[in-house]
């Protein structure tokens, strides 16, 4: 069965700590891997997609890379404040499916204290 | 430009009834995509819909479930006879469909929060 996973599954941190977020996919046949952000109460935001021939993707004080040979994914935050306090989710286009339907990760919970 | 919205953002419903839920995509994006959200579940695939081709319907958890698009656009996901396990958060989300290679970002909206009773 093609899952994806995510550890921690909360993760509290003191303000301008750098962290990683981890995310293992189970068959490396993808066509890209997605990460979202979602504050309680709402919808998904998304932060960065990787497409599977790339190895990274940047945006402000994120960093996501992909390494498909292992079936992992990270994602860095730098400088945590805050309003970066949600839930990270990863998610996975599996290649066997003609859809793109995204396979979630269950997520992590970080919280940043002030 | 518009975000993707979904309505109602909240709604309560008796056990047996039948509820709507809409969804608009955002403009000029052929692909919508239906998932639901419940606790202890996660995330999961219900629907997907592509262009003029046939709905993708194999996440759909029993045939209560139905839904449509019209005209390429917006889409109304229905769940007949409601059951307490119905009980989440039915999330839409739509991407700008394109040659495999180029980006896919699935947009969602905010989600309608269904409770049953």
């Known amino acids: 069965k093609q899952e994806v996973t995510q550890i921690p599954a909360a993760l509290s941190v003191p303000e301008g700590e750098n962290l990683v977020l981890n995310c293992s996919f189970t068959d490396s046949a993808i066509y890209n891997l997605q990460w979202f952000r979602q504050d309680p109460g709402k919808g998904l935001t998304s932060l960065l997609l990787?497409?599977?021939?790339?190895r990274e993707q940047t945006s402000g004080r994120l960093n996501a890379s992909l390494d498909k040979s292992s079936g992992r994914s990270t994602l860095y935050i730098a400088a945590s404040q805050p309003g970066d306090s949600a839930t990270y989710l990863c998610?996975?286009?599996?290649?066997?499916?003609?859809?793109?339907?995204?396979?979630f990760g269950s997520g992590t919970r970080l919280q940043v204290q002030p | 430009g518009a975000g993707v919205s979904q309505s109602p953002s909240n709604k309560v419903t008796e056990k047996g009834k039948d509820v709507e839920l809409r969804c608009d995509p955002i403009s000029g994006h052929t692909a919508l995509y239906w998932y639901r959200q419940s606790l202890g579940q996660g995330l999961e695939f219900l629907i997907y819909?592509?262009?003029?081709?046939?709905?993708?319907k194999s996440g759909l958890p029993s045939d209560r479930f139905s839904a449509e698009r019209t005209g390429g656009s917006v889409s109304t996901l229905t769940i007949q006879r409601t059951q307490q396990e119905d009980s989440a958060v039915y999330l839409c989300a739509s991407s700008l469909r394109r040659q495999v290679g180029h980006q896919e970002t699935q947009y969602f909206g905010p989600g309608t929060r269904l409770l049953v009773l």
């Open positions: 998610a996975v286009v599996y290649m066997d499916t003609g859809r793109r339907a995204l396979t």
């Open positions: 990787i497409q599977s021939s790339q």
């Open positions: 819909f592509q262009g003029n081709s046939a709905p993708d």
